[in-house]
């Protein structure tokens, strides 16, 4: 186990600190045993705390009548997302929105704005037809328009279904046409590393919806600010608690994308309480979050921020272009203080040497995969000085948040997370009981508040997804580590395992030997079936192409996990296929390698590695012809 590195010089000053003494708290573990012991103490607190507006009470917490996977929370209740975060402070003329463009274009928008402006054009959907509960697509860049389309859409009852702006044609069609949307949200076109991105011809391949389209080139669609000013003011919708409010699509690598449905009620009182207790969010701050508007971290970012009067900061371009200092400029230019970022990125910055500190950033932010050591201890100590703690957050779109998340107000060690704030974490063995210090299956005990309401029209897959494996629990599909001091380690996706002569372990075990070996930049370890093992270990990484890189690889691997695990194949790639938000699909490279079918690609950030893949693999049992790889 790794050494705490950071410890926090006032973590009575940080807000979930606060929270536990305005209880009679001095612990920090006292608040957490209470919220996860006393749901219905807890939940109220934290809507108490974070000052969320509910227009009629609710009656009941929670109400499991109809089975503990089907629990609805806060019913009877009314609240709407767009109030809590716009219109409550539509007398504010401080900046919700602050935007950048990769073209340079930069501004902000102020709560008064905002307000107006969303006001508009809920009202335009709603003279176009969009009803309560209605469906309405948006195909946008991180970007003011799709922060105003975002809450437009809450603000009049619809169902926002963001999509990422990186999709094809498919991609985008499929999700659109299963969620029934009526209506979708584009930009007519975008930069992307200096290089025009057209979305218009995508969206016109969906003819049977309306469009509203950012700089429209065609007749046949809406204007987006045409109608924002054609549009007669509405206020926010009085919508229930259990109202559907976004809808999120998860990508396996077989079947069709899956729609996780999440609510006004629920949903949005879990996203404010992560946003303020694990990134320690202050009216005064800025937060960024290098991400999308269609995968989870973006709406979660947007609607956390605006909640507490904070605000939050877009940008549609790469935070690279055309230099790597970009990223450092934005952040002292527009005085962002909380910044999210993925490990991927980090490993990019440090495979380019960019070690320039950040000082105006008190919390760094981190989710999306495992970290390996090297790695965080990097940016902690390159990029944070030393100084800034890392919020390490892990959950997932199937629950727009996290069940694991360190903060500001405890010590940290590398790559650790610590239990989530009411969200009844623990391990289990195969067998279903809890272990320490031993990896197993990630669970969660309770039905949480922000949980999807199913899966959009497949209740028995929703069924089957989450709660099959052991009764009445949750399980998220992920392979971890927890401590006897509440800190728990990720491994990887569950189903990622591999089984070598009967000894389980996750992937990102090996991977972190891998990631010591000077001359890797990064790495994926799957198994593959082998006669006399069961599984094999194979290791993909990229960095030196070399038969030293190779082989100070296979001695790390039996260093640190013993030649058990040594790797059947070392294969160099030049890059690692990966989803277009930064994480590593070891399953659709297991696929790939062995011949088999993928599945749904429309994730990746580039296939063209899958068919390098899978020629790697079709020769992988021709001795004389190896070609980047090594036994």
């Given at each position: ?114 307000n107006r402006v969303t006001g508009k054009l809920g009202g335009f959907l709603q003279e176009a037809g969009i009803a309560r509960g209605d469906r309405v697509g948006i195909y946008m860049p991180p970007s003011l328009e ?345 491994f990887g996706r569950s189903d990622d395992v591999i089984k070598v002569s009967g000894k389980r372990l996750g992937p990102n075990e090996i991977e972190n030997s891998v990631m010591e070996v000077p001359g890797v930049n ?107 790889m090594s036994r």
């Open positions: 186990m790794s050494e705490m590195v950071y410890y926090p010089p006032d973590s009575q000053s940080t807000n979930v600190m606060k929270l536990g003494e305005k209880h009679g708290m001095q612990r920090l573990t006292d608040l957490y045993d209470r919220a996860d012991a006393d749901p219905e103490w807890f939940w109220p607190a934290v809507v108490q705390d974070c000052n969320i507006a509910f227009s009629k009470p609710y009656d009941r917490v929670m109400d499991g009548s109809r089975g503990k996977p089907w629990t609805r929370w806060f019913t009877g209740g009314h609240i709407n997302i767009a109030h809590n975060c716009v219109e409550k402070y539509g007398d504010s003329d401080r900046p919700a929105v602050k935007y950048e463009t990769e073209e340079g274009i930069s501004g902000s928008m102020s709560f008064r704005e905002l799709g922060v105003v389309a975002l809450y437009s859409v809450l603000r009049i009852g619809a169902v926002a279904v963001p999509v990422f702006s990186g999709y094809g044609i498919e991609a985008v069609k499929t999700r659109i046409q299963d969620s029934g949307a009526k209506a979708l949200f584009s930009f007519a076109f975008y930069s992307r590393k200096g290089k025009t991105i057209d979305m218009q011809s995508t969206v016109q391949a969906l003819p049977d919806i309306m469009h509203i389209v950012k700089d429209a080139k065609s007749p046949d669609v809406f204007d987006f600010w045409k109608s924002v000013d054609s549009g007669t003011y509405v206020e926010s919708a009085d919508t229930e608690s259990e109202d559907p409010a976004i809808m999120l699509y998860t990508s396996g690598t077989t079947g069709k994308p899956k729609g996780t449905v999440h609510v006004h009620g629920g949903s949005f009182v879990n996203i404010v309480k992560e946003v303020k207790y694990y990134m320690d969010m202050r009216p005064e701050d800025t937060l960024f979050w290098i991400s999308d508007l269609g995968w989870m971290m973006g709406p979660w970012s947007i609607l956390g921020a605006n909640a507490l009067g904070g605000s939050i900061f877009v940008y549609d371009g790469a935070v690279d272009y055309p230099d790597i200092r970009r990223l450092w400029r934005m952040i002292s230019s527009n005085g962002i203080t909380l910044l999210g970022l993925s490990p991927t990125l980090v490993r990019s910055l440090k495979s380019r040497n960019a070690a320039f500190p950040m000082p105006s950033v008190r919390v760094f932010g981190s989710t999306g995969e495992p970290w390996d050591e090297e790695s965080w201890l990097w940016l902690f100590r390159e990029i944070g000085s030393g100084k800034t703690p890392i919020a390490n957050i892990s959950g997932g779109t199937d629950i727009i948040g996290c069940f694991l998340a360190s903060t500001p107000a405890i010590p940290l060690m590398p790559r650790c997370l610590y239990r989530g704030l009411g969200m009844n974490t623990s391990v289990l063995s195969e067998d279903g009981h809890d272990v320490v210090d031993q990896v197993g299956y990630l669970v969660s005990k309770s039905h949480c508040p922000s949980m999807t309401r199913g899966i959009w029209g497949q209740p028995e897959k929703y069924l089957e997804t989450y709660w099959s494996q052991f009764k009445d629990v949750w399980v998220q599909g992920d392979w971890a580590m927890r401590d006897r001091n509440g800190y728990y380690f990720l990064e790495s994926a370890v799957i198994g593959v079936p082998d006669a006399m093992k069961g599984e094999a270990v194979v290791i993909f990484y990229t960095g030196e192409n070399s038969d030293g890189t190779m082989e100070a690889i296979r001695k790390k691997v039996e260093e640190s996990m013993g030649k058990s695990f040594l790797p059947k194949f070392t294969i160099w790639l030049p890059q690692l296929p990966k989803t277009r938000n930064g994480k590593i699909v070891r399953r659709v490279v297991k696929r790939a390698f062995l011949g088999q079918d993928p599945g749904d690609v429309s994730n990746l950030e580039d296939t063209a590695i899958m068919d390098y893949i899978k020629e790697v693999g079709r020769i992988r049992d021709r001795p004389d012809d190896f070609g980047g």
